[in-house]
């Protein structure tokens, strides 16, 4: 099953598979490529990328009232994971977005911090945070069937099983559950913030698990907690 990845991924890939700036050229590789990737290398790169992202990004003060009300969510969620210092910062886009790396960085838009309660941000890190504990990217790389890439970045694809992609987004979801809950945070972003998030009509996408799906996973833990 087809997933296009974020352009985190597809810069990891594009950097792994040709250690430089060139464009790639439309061309398919095996699992193989990825056999031997460690954590730390996907860290490394993750770092890179970051910086890369952050560059050319309009990342906004840290005295504007955005990123203020980030730090105040920052705060309550804490500053270390994986031995990973996180580092929470905020992009000027209209766009509802967040993701982070690896290495620790987390970005989350004006679009999202708009739209979003303090308490669905904090369910959206918190889901970041799965990613990042449970070595999501590592796993993902391991479980490639094979990567293609177009003529730039963003065209890139993974090619992993539905299956596989469908329990990660669980698992982070699961994560993110239990670590507000752990925290003591109101965790009832849990169940709002799917309402919100932009669907996405790209056909390459609807191998992820529907927001009604992941809705219903988070509902069902709920009950069992009771
Ligand atoms: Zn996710």
């Known amino acids: 099953m087809l997933i296009k990845f974020s352009q985190r991924v597809l810069l990891l890939i594009v950097i792994l598979l040709t250690g430089c700036q060139n ?56 500053y270390q994971l994986h031995g990973q210092t996180l580092n929470y910062r905020v992009y000027l886009d209209s766009n509802i977005n967040a993701w982070s790396t690896a290495s620790g960085c987390i970005r989350v838009t004006t679009g999202m911090l708009k739209a979003f309660t303090d308490s669905e941000i904090q369910a959206v890190i918190a889901h970041e945070f799965g990613h990042i504990e449970l070595q999501h990217k590592l ?4 479980h490639a069937q094979r990567v ?39 965790a009832s972003g849990m169940l709002t913030m799917f309402d919100k998030m932009p669907q996405d009509n790209n056909q390459v996408l609807s191998t992820h698990p529907t927001s009604a799906e992941r809705l219903n996973n988070i509902k069902n833990k709920l009950k069992l907690n009771q």
Do not use: W
């Open 23 to 78: 464009q790639p050229t439309v061309s398919s590789y095996p699992p193989e490529n990825f056999a031997s990737l460690t954590e730390q290398d996907i860290i490394e790169i993750s770092r890179q990328f970051c910086a890369d992202q952050d560059s050319t990004a309009f990342l906004l003060a840290k005295d504007s009232n955005y990123q203020k009300r980030l730090n105040h969510l920052a705060d309550t969620l804490g």
């Open 139 to 142: 796993r993902s790389f391991q």
């Open 148 to 186: 293609e890439m177009g003529k730039d970045i963003n065209s890139i694809a993974i090619y992993v099983e539905e299956e596989f992609a469908h329990k990660l987004e669980i698992e982070a979801d699961n994560y993110a559950l239990a670590y507000l809950q752990k925290h003591n945070l109101d």
